[in-house]
């Protein structure tokens, strides 16, 4: 009686859509600034590399949270997609964020022609993030080991069919370990200080006493 004269009257309607069940799960931000969470990928500020960010997922948004504050908020993509913010990054991977492929196929013809012929070969693995990824490898052994060994290595996997980027990385270590004569393009000098934190040694010194 109470129900039908006082509480029925101040129910309201019920919602059009059903309540939005979100899901929550830890994941690693890798080397190229990007999560993967149902199957798609989401960028993140650089200094979150190789951390863990909590993830709250529903059916529109992807929210991430870093010790329990909010860092970034994503539109929810599908199955397959990218979503890169270029806030993001620096003005040199820019490149990265937008996934222009076309970009990443003209840096490796310029590598030479067997590096753009394996690149076009990466370009059309299914999965776009395994593309991206592969081609960022494949450009970063030209920067580590320079373009004419990679460029050999390339050469040789294709006649062999194999589209394998940690394969390139095998042939190029092992063909150089035979060549003692071969020195990495730019390499660092060896007065710089390899470190994150690295300081002069004027830093460390200490006075001496009159």
Request: glycine fraction near 0%.
């Given at each position: 009686m109470v129900f039908n004269t006082q509480e029925k009257p101040a129910l309201k309607a019920l919602p059009e859509q059903p309540y939005d069940l979100p899901t929550y799960d830890d994941v690693k931000v890798h080397r190229d600034q990007h999560f993967c969470i149902g199957g798609a990928l989401y960028s993140m500020p650089v200094h979150l590399v190789g951390q863990k960010v909590h993830v709250r997922v529903d059916s529109h948004m992807v929210r991430v949270y870093d010790r329990g504050a909010l860092v970034r908020t994503h539109p929810r993509q599908p199955k397959g997609g990218r979503r890169s913010?270029?806030?993001d990054f620096s003005e040199d991977k820019m490149i990265y964020?937008?996934?222009?492929?076309?970009a990443l196929l003209r840096m490796a013809a310029e590598a030479g022609p067997a590096v753009s012929m394996y690149a076009q070969r990466l370009s059309e693995m299914p999965a776009p993030w395994r593309q991206m990824r592969a081609m960022y490898s494949l450009l970063g052994l030209v920067r580590r080991y320079g373009a004419e060994p990679v460029d050999r290595a390339c050469a040789a996997a294709l006649q062999l069919d194999v589209v394998d980027v940690a394969r390139i990385a095998r042939m190029v270590k092992l063909a150089l370990e035979n060549d003692?004569?071969?020195?990495?393009?730019n390499p660092m000098p060896a007065n710089v200080i390899r470190g994150r934190f690295a300081?002069?040694?004027s830093h460390f010194s200490v006075p001496r006493p009159h």
């Open positions: 913010d270029p806030a964020a937008t996934r222009d492929v076309a003692p004569q071969h020195v990495p393009p300081r002069p040694a």
